[in-house]
């Protein structure tokens, strides 16, 4: 996160309360795992009966979402990426084979939730962690993937946020951020 955002997330935390703010972190948290399993498991095809999760905190979002997934053809999801000259790892939720205007792009996928609609300026750190997701997997691979989806299940509404976008517009930021992360990690 930059700084700015961490100021905001922090200014937030004391205008509600530090209990209600850790209160709705861990209750997104659970959904947002819970959601996690759940696509992974429909994307390897071994999700089973649906009416098994009904349960699931992330059950509706599923649901919600299931359409979008739908369209894509899924080449590996919940893959391990490191770097250990970066020190950073992360895992990156899907890659698929997704068309656009009749040409199959390799894409990197971040499922998101959230409680309310996000406007588009409020998701460049997700878009920050999909690139660096991209390089990480160039790094290790040699497979260089450009566009980026990012897929976010609304909770207060049955409603999908859909953003594209292509690593090269994030690529210098991200860089930056890796950077400064091994220079504060390095004194450590």
């Given at each position: 996160?930059?700084?700015?955002?961490?100021?905001?997330?922090?200014?937030?935390?004391?205008?509600?309360?530090?209990?209600?703010?850790?209160?709705?972190?861990?209750?997104?948290?659970?959904?947002?795992?819970?959601?996690?399993?759940?696509?992974?498991?429909?994307?390897?095809?071994?999700?089973?009966?649906?009416?098994?999760?009904?349960?699931?905190?992330?059950?509706?979002?599923?649901?919600?979402?299931?359409?979008?997934?739908?369209?894509?053809d899924p080449?590996?999801?919940?893959?391990?990426?490191?770097?250990?000259?970066?020190?950073?790892?992360?895992?990156?939720?899907?890659?698929?084979?997704?068309?656009?205007?009749?040409?199959?792009?390799?894409?990197?996928?971040?499922?998101?939730?959230?409680?309310?609609?996000?406007?588009?300026?409020?998701?460049?750190?997700?878009?920050?962690?999909a690139t660096?997701?991209?390089?990480?997997?160039?790094?290790?691979?040699?497979?260089?993937?450009?566009?980026?989806?990012?897929?976010?299940?609304?909770?207060?509404?049955?409603?999908?946020?859909?953003?594209?976008?292509?690593?090269?517009?994030?690529?210098?930021?991200?860089?930056?951020?890796?950077?400064?992360?091994?220079?504060?990690?390095?004194?450590?």
């Open positions: 996160k930059s700084e700015a955002d961490k100021a905001s997330l922090e200014r937030w935390r004391e205008r509600i309360g530090h209990d209600a703010a850790d209160a709705i972190l861990q209750e997104s948290l659970k959904i947002g795992n819970s959601l996690d399993e759940m696509l992974e498991k429909y994307l390897n095809k071994e999700l089973g009966n649906i009416l098994d999760y009904k349960e699931e905190p992330g059950a509706k979002l599923f649901l919600q979402i299931r359409s979008h997934i739908d369209k894509l080449v590996g999801t919940q893959i391990h990426l490191y770097d250990d000259e970066w020190k950073i790892q992360g895992f990156l939720d899907c890659i698929a084979i997704v068309k656009n205007k009749d040409v199959y792009q390799l894409t990197m996928i971040d499922f998101k939730n959230s409680l309310k609609k996000k406007d588009p300026s409020y998701i460049k750190d997700y878009y920050l962690q660096i997701y991209c390089l990480l997997l160039y790094r290790m691979t040699g497979i260089l993937i450009n566009d980026i989806k990012i897929m976010i299940a609304v909770r207060d509404g049955f409603t999908v946020q859909i953003f594209n976008s292509k690593i090269k517009e994030h690529m210098n930021e991200a860089i930056e951020r890796i950077n400064v992360y091994r220079l504060i990690h390095a004194s450590k």
